[in-house]
């Protein structure tokens, strides 16, 4: 059994859910008022992920266009990231690309920061065909090496999956180094 640290962010427009999802994977549940992050927050937790023990460092930025500038020092030193955008308002996908390239510049860890692009609220949505085919599709665009995969933090589905993905991406990319 290895060990490991990983300072991640969550990061992705104001509302998309990623307070939520930092809430529901450390087990805290779902809030229905929505209360925007200043600046950033910070959550620590300890999780198993294949016979792996993972200490996760997980800084939830803010969202907000106010928030940006100062968002910089957080990303030092990042692993890795969640991008969240919210499938019920598509346009908060067409920021995915500035958010992880902002990610990628300022973290200075790997050639290629590990990142999971994460479509949240999916209980919200009613029918979005072939929105995986979108998704696909805009991530080869903008040539992003990234996993896509769907959750809902109001009903817990797919949360773990999303870290458990990202855990094996920077697990690969720390054992390419070694």
């Not at 290895?2 to 529901?24: E, N, P, Q, W, Y």
Request: charged share 25%; net charge negative; glycine share 8%.
């Amino acid at each position: 059994m290895a060990k490991f640290i990983f300072k991640i962010v969550l990061i992705g427009d104001g509302a998309v859910g990623k307070t939520s999802i930092r809430r529901r994977y450390m087990g805290e549940g779902f809030r229905t008022d929505f209360l925007a992050t200043m600046g950033a927050d910070f959550a620590y937790l300890k999780t198993n992920i294949d016979g792996n023990e993972i200490e996760w460092q997980i800084w939830d930025l803010a969202g907000q266009p106010a928030f940006r500038n100062v968002m910089k020092a957080y990303f030092k030193g990042t692993m890795g990231a969640l991008a969240v955008y919210d499938v019920s308002q598509p346009d908060t996908l067409e920021n995915i690309d500035s958010w992880t390239q902002e990610a990628q510049f300022h973290a200075n860890t790997f050639s290629e920061l590990p990142i999971v692009i994460v479509g949240n609220k999916i209980d919200l949505r009613e029918e979005i065909p072939n929105c995986t085919k979108t998704i696909n599709g805009f991530v080869k665009a903008k040539s992003l090496n990234a996993e896509f995969i769907e959750t809902s933090a109001k009903t817990g589905e797919n949360i773990e999956d999303a870290f458990a993905k990202l855990a094996h991406q920077i697990m690969k990319k720390t054992n390419e180094l070694i």
